[in-house]
């Protein structure tokens, strides 16, 4: 049987702790990181044995993948400041550049052509490789739509390396969702906030595999 990579989610947000939910009900194995190491300590003991409460130090060191549940602006310091442990690493982004705005909703914080996967891009550390997925729904969604029966609900990802395409997949999987590559990460801009592929944009919902090729 083959030995699946080893998974780190950096950050116990709403999204960081959906992403646990889902990843423990396959009985996927991954380590659960927080500054607050006594949360991570904590949600790990609800979400069972698949998880490993660790420090972000830790968790960068021994995971192959990287899930970067943390703001979009402190994604580009985090690259930085741990390069050298991340060298050759998958990285996956679901982050939304986005703040609130005036009127009780929310606006983009980066200029309106921009994606936060392209700007996170250029932070990457040697060797490397980044995929933007696990975003492209609100963390409501991303609990209550994982497992969907009879046809699973989709989500999209985009990277410009093919080779962790079927690592990629089967992290979705994971979740309980159906995989949907849109290419490379010049087309990150729509699986964000806003974008026509996220619930928060021109897709408005959690869609099937069969609907969703339909959208690209």
């Known amino acids: 049987m083959k030995t699946k990579s080893k998974v780190a989610i950096i950050g116990l947000g709403k999204i960081g702790q959906a992403v646990a939910a889902n990843l423990a009900k396959s ?40 899930i970067l ?20 690493k998958i990285i996956v982004d679901p982050s939304n550049p986005i703040a609130p705005d005036e009127k009780g909703g929310f606006k983009k914080i980066i200029d309106a052509e921009k ?25 409501g969604s991303l609990a209550t739509a994982a497992y969907q ?37 010049n087309q990150s801009i729509r699986l964000e906030v806003f974008g026509d592929l996220h619930e928060f944009g021109a897709l408005g919902k959690t869609v099937t595999a069969s609907e969703a090729k339909a959208k690209i």
């Open 69 to 88: 549940s943390i703001p979009f602006g402190a994604i580009g310091d985090f690259l930085q400041q741990n390069a050298t442990a991340l060298e050759g």
């Open 27 to 66: 009985n996927r194995t991954f380590i659960a990181a927080d500054r607050n190491v006594a949360k991570a300590k904590e949600l790990a003991a609800k979400w069972g044995a698949s998880a490993q409460p660790g420090d972000i130090a830790t968790a960068v060191k021994e995971a192959d993948i990287l």
């Open 149 to 185: 029966k009879p046809e699973e609900a989709t989500l999209f990802y985009a990277t410009d390396d093919k080779t962790i395409d079927s690592q990629i997949e089967e992290l979705i999987a994971d979740n309980g969702f159906a995989a949907v590559r849109v290419g490379g990460l």
């Open 115 to 139: 994606s936060a996967g392209q700007i996170n891009a250029t932070f990457l550390p040697k060797n490397a490789k980044l995929a933007k997925a696990l975003g492209t729904l609100g963390a």
